[in-house]
């Protein structure tokens, strides 16, 4: 399956024609209605609409639409109407001119000083009355439907990449893992020569109240206690077996997000751990390396759906 990203955009536009209309032979302008849909990442599915007051009632319709395709994400999407521009004046229709004069007489009844419709005003009403007139429902659903697929393959692209930039960080992650596995032990005889040293010349300035076999026992007990301290093969064998179901999951795709979320946070405690257990600058390097390729990881995944 593929990795999706949670980031896209897309938009589409349609444009109507004009059309003539009712009573009187008026001509209704066309226009153009615009969808863009948007998203970004959310730790769940977060719908939000922007639509014309005549389109509300599609809210549903789309609402359905957009989880049928989506899982997680904050989504937005947008419809805008457009009217053309023409050179000839829409007519008002015989019945919005009666439908105004009675409307006019019964506002003067009550408010006698109230100011006549002018023609300016007959106008804008009646190019409301073309507005209203179209319905852009189907269109709305249709270009809907373009814009949404779109989005997922925007949101196809960008998971693509992700995925890619992930699984190169894992690899670099299991080259900077068996550079730390050989460390340990040259770490461990190192500081073991140490107490020796140490010990024996612990011995000289004793005047030798010890025999050499106990001073070496000591020694050595220090230093196996030591090694204990510094061991990281736990830590390395946990997280070899988080990068795998890292790449397992990477390979597998569909929803992952959430889960790669809880396998990053697993990775960086080992590093930590790792971190505070160093006691040699290369396996501090090593640590510090493997956190900043962690944490780059971590950011990207919050994009993944």
Known sequence: ?????????????????NRPGGEGGATLSGGRLGVEIRSVNSRFLDLGFRLPD?????????????TGSLKR????????????????????SDTLLQSLQQA???????LPEAMLLSVADVLRLAGHESQDSQDWSEELLSLSRQALAGLVEARQREGTRLAAMLLDHISQLR????QAAPLIPRVVEQHRERFVDKWKEAMVLGG????????????????????????????????NAHLDELDTLM???????KRLDFLIQELHREANTMGSKSAALPLTRV?????VLIEQMREQVQNIE
């Open 1 to 17: 399956m593929q990795v999706y990203s949670m980031t896209g955009y897309a938009s589409v536009q349609n444009q109507s024609a």
């Open 54 to 66: 005549e389109l509300r009632s599609m809210e549903p319709a789309l609402r359905q639409m957009l």
């Open 73 to 92: 994400g904050k989504v937005e999407l947008r419809a805008a109407i457009e009217l053309n521009t023409s050179s000839t004046i829409a007519g008002p």
């Open 104 to 110: 006019q007489a019964q506002v003067r009844q009550w």
């Open 175 to 178: 080259q900077l893992a068996s």
């Open 208 to 239: 030798g109240g010890q025999t050499h076999e106990s001073a070496q026992d000591r020694a050595l007990t220090e230093a196996t206690a030591f090694a204990i301290r510094i061991d990281v093969g736990e830590e390395l064998t946990r997280l």
């Open 251 to 257: 390979h597998r795709g569909g929803e992952i997000g």
């Open 287 to 291: 640590s510090v390396d493997m956190k």
